[in-house]
């Protein structure tokens, strides 16, 4: 790794100075687009006491699911989290602590993190228990409270293609958070299906530009599938 | 009484040429197969797509191509792909023509509750607070009343909001019922269920504003 090129050759390297008590912001939705080998690589390290952003938790054996099973989580932010068991344990034993937040106020939270504003106002979430406790404003007759960003130690995203500035694009439905957590991490890592040349993305199609990226790796994908839904065949 | 079918052929009735639409998790889904014919409507998945089309067959399967309930789809052509900031940018900024989505409760205020329900487990709130906060044209569809006959169109919620005054019109298995001026109103019942009985079955005041029409299919 040197000047702009940011591919490393190994998993160790790629979350290099993570340690106990950081926060991560995490791409993915549900099990889509889930940088599966950062994950595991983050199991391996044994990395405790860890607050993770993601709009889910995996499920059971797969995805964030796996650092549930070490506990290595304390505290979960994340607008939906009902799809796995453990989970589900360790909150009604007090072993996990939950932020939920609405899916477009997260994904707010990393935008404005990336981009360096504090906080914004939102009408989501006005009147719900979302919203006790936060500074309410009125604007044009309608009330808003404010929200604050997120920031994170290190940011995991799971893109298609990057090349070795750091440029990437996703694929499809995989894309959803991880854009936004790609600008909001102190160290962001994405892992990728294909490392390329520079140049060889097209510029004017770039969707997270190689600035907010610090390491790039070859991942390998099983890209497990949650709700395998099909219509039968047509004649 | 209707069916989970017939709540969503009634609910597809609010859709106009040209709109783009969100639906929800469970009978909201159902509302794609009711679409008018003749009618070009695009729907929108938060998860950051517009323009979802059926579920794959067999050998379309893409594990980077779902719906906002985690299932496997199909994009329609002219659809397009965006992140989850960008995705709820046009549900909060108003941009989702109509949005249909499940409630536990409704009230004569316009609140909701759908997310949580106290003592039992909470699973989250996804997106729903963000499509009723962002939504001018929202429509609710609910089971009238519980098993035991406790309304669910209440005069105040009881549970955990959603949203606090963002809901005006609610299609349930026995009624098409409006919220204004802190009131339910009555404008069209499920094909031979009673004026009275729906009366009975909503707590919130309701007002019965004249010969109450029941729907056909």
Known sequence: MSGLDKVVGSYDQALAGLNDGMTIIAGGFGLCGIPEGLIRQIKRM???????????????GFGLGLLLEDRQIKKMISSYVGENALFEQLLLSGE??????????????????????????TATGYGTPIGEGKEVR???GRKYILEEA?????????????????????????????????????????????????????????????????????????KRIERRTVRSQEA | MLSREQIAMRVAREMRDGYYVNLGIGIPTLVANYIPKGMQVMLQSENGLLGMGPFPTEDEVD??????????????SGASIFDSAQSFGMIRGGHVDLTVLGAFEVDVMGNIASWMVPGKLVKGMGGAMDLVAGAENIV????????????????????????AGCIKKVVTDLAYVEIREGKFWLLERAPGVSVDEIVKLTAGEIVVPGPVPEMEF
């Open chain 2, 63 to 76: 594990a980077d191509m779902i719906n906002a309930g985690k299932q496997t789809v199909t994009a329609v």
């Open chain 1, 138 to 140: 009125e604007f044009n």
């Open chain 1, 96 to 121: 996990l602590e939950v932020e939920l937040t609405p899916q477009g106020t997260l994904a707010e939270k990393m935008r404005a993190g990336g981009a360096g504003i504090p906080a914004f106002y």
């Open chain 1, 46 to 60: 044994g990395t405790r006491n860890l607050t993770i952003v993601s709009n889910n938790c995996g499920v059971d």
């Open chain 1, 150 to 222: 997120i920031t994170g130690d290190f940011a995991i995203v799971k893109g298609w293609k990057a090349d070795r500035y750091g440029n990437v694009i996703y694929r499809h439905t995989a894309r959803n958070f991880n854009p936004l957590a790609a600008t909001a991490g102190k160290i962001t890592v994405v892992e990728v299906e294909e490392i390329v040349e520079p140049g060889s993305l097209d510029m004017d199609n770039i969707h997270t530009p190689g600035i907010y990226v610090d390491r790039v790796i070859q991942g390998t994908f099983e």
């Open chain 2, 140 to 163: 609710v569809t609910m089971t009238h009343a519980g098993k035991n006959g406790e309304s669910k169109l209440l005069p105040q919620c009881t549970l955990p909001l959603t949203g």
